[in-house]
């Protein structure tokens, strides 16, 4: 059953859906609106928030109390590759660090219309090239909306390059297909108070430019080659216009071989996770995620040393 929680959240961006920023297209009023709306949500206790320059951006390291060091996050935020930072999605990384277990890397990736692709992807492989160069093993690589996308795309660059594979993956409402085909994109568009087909396809254009295929890989992961991925996660809502890019995705991987699991949660809107701490299924759905994470046996070079020091 719908939480009371979640229907007055709706309700409120339903009636201001004509002033929110979410239904506005300029990009520099849209983030502006974006960081102002994050104040909504609460940073969560018994974690500290650290800001640093890493690979050359804007970052910062979420370090819950008592963290484990045998796994690590790596977390790229939603925004229609517009939007958003660090800071706007500071309480639900901070959360999913808390609820893992494990420390959190967050960066602000370059935006589009002023940085089209590749510079997200660019970014996000640099980070994770540092990452690896300063010793963390056992990478957990998470991301919501536009954030998923650009988390398929990394693996893509991970395989091609034979870096150091990822320990698992976790996509929330993952945007994976900028060609919008999706059919929940014309049958969910008035339960969705958050993303609205026009909104997309504006945001699409800017982050493809003008020279790119949409069907590239790398831009829509959803018409990518899944070979060699680790474990993915999915959680999306059966009320999200990006409802078919969570499900055709999950389908794919599954068809793949991939370990994939994928949960719907009834009546939830896009990245719903975002309002932990006031809504019931944003919290239970940062359990599943650090459950998730927990889940995943992994070894460290120093468990490897100590075994061949046995033998």
Known sequence: MQSVQSLAVKAFINTFR????????????????????????????????????????????????????????????????????????????????????????????????????????????????????????NIFIMGDSAGGGLVLALLQIIRKEKLQKAAGCVLLSPWTDLTLSGDSMKTKKHVDPMVQPHLVEIFAKRYIGTENDVKNPLISPLYADFKGFPPIYIQVGDNETLLDDSTRLARKLNDSGIKVDIDIYPKMMHVWQYFGGILPEANKAIEQIGAFVKSINVKTKADKLEALEVY
Do not use: C
């Open 18 to 137: 004509k002033t929110l920023f979410v239904h506005k297209t300029e990009s520099n009023t849209v983030r502006v609106g974006f960081e102002r709306a994050s104040h909504i949500t609460k940073f969560p206790r018994f974690v500290e928030k650290q800001t640093l320059q890493y690979a050359g951006l804007n970052a910062a390291w979420f370090i819950p109390d008592n963290y484990g060091k045998s796994k690590t996050i790596l977390y790229l935020h939603g925004g229609g590759y517009v939007m958003g930072s660090v800071n706007t999605h500071r309480a639900l990384i901070g959360r999913i660090a808390r609820s893992s277990g494990y420390k959190a890397l967050a960066i602000d990736y370059r935006k589009a219309p002023e940085h089209p692709y590749p510079a997200a992807v660019e970014d996000a492989a640099n980070t994770y090239r540092q990452m690896i160069k300063d010793g963390f093993e």
